[in-house]
């Protein structure tokens, strides 16, 4: 059920997409866009990079003869790549106002939600975040979840205790194998996660914060032209209330 409510989101996207890039062309020719493990919206699949994400710019490539190429990498490096220009897009990633100082960001494409995560007897424990106080929480490093954990972290008077991971699958994985209690990510990701590996992880309900997911394009490597008709796109899908 979860899976076919995802698709359906995802298939209405796409076709939204495909209806408004048609008749569009841009300029550029060759296009790197590198993502981070992040399913059911990037990541390495069975047959090769899927996701949102990735078919989405797949039909801007292809409407755009765009000469794309599609990496898998981890989150810090694709942001760096991108602040350097050495890619062109990345994603999905939230829009701050740091990264928007070096990034151009599309409007939104996903809603979702940062949530916390637990096996069955430390999920019930939890029915508040005072609950929160003294417990281990894995979070992964320098993203948007980690800035949302440290929201949490200052109303409980800084009793969190932070581990800082590089990817969802070894947040779970180390909530899996009781390494600390509680998790704290996507949970889109976790969920498609939780399925996938048949496990008893459970979302503590009530607890959590609200995001937005967005493409972002390198101001070194997307020209101001591209961006604009790229972002006149964004506007106008928002507009058929994407």
């Not at 809603?111 to 508040?128: D, M």
């Not at 600390?180 to 496990?199: L, Q």
């Amino acid at each position: 059920m979860y899976d076919q409510k995802m698709n359906k989101k995802i298939a209405k996207g796409l076709l939204g997409f495909a209806v408004l890039l048609s008749c569009k062309a841009l300029a550029v020719e060759n296009f790197i866009y590198a993502g981070w493990e992040s399913e059911p919206f990037y990541y390495n699949g069975a047959h090769g990079i899927q996701g949102a994400f990735y078919e989405i710019m797949t039909e801007i490539c292809r409407l755009e003869n765009l000469r794309c190429t599609f990496k898998v990498l981890e989150f810090r490096e694709s942001i760096e790549l991108l602040k350097k220009g050495e890619i062109q897009g990345g994603g999905p990633y939230v829009y701050t106002v740091p990264r928007a100082s070096v990034l151009n960001f599309s409007d939104k494409i996903f809603s979702s939600t940062y949530g916390f995560f637990a096996l069955p007897n430390s999920a019930k424990k939890i029915l508040s975040y005072d609950d929160l106080r003294g417990v281990r929480v894995g979070v992964m490093a320098l993203t948007g979840s980690r800035v949302s954990l440290e929201a949490v972290n200052e109303f409980v008077d800084g009793k969190l205790s932070i581990i800082e991971e590089k990817s969802i699958a070894a947040i779970m994985k180390k909530i899996e194998n009781k390494k600390y209690p509680v998790g704290y990510t996507n949970r889109d990701s976790a969920m498609n996660w939780i399925t996938r590996n048949k496990s008893s992880i459970k979302e503590i309900p009530g607890l959590g914060e609200n995001l937005d997911y967005r493409i972002a394009f390198s101001q070194k490597s997307v020209s101001s032209e591209n961006l604009k008709r790229l972002q006149d796109s964004f506007a106008e899908l928002k507009n058929q209330d994407f």
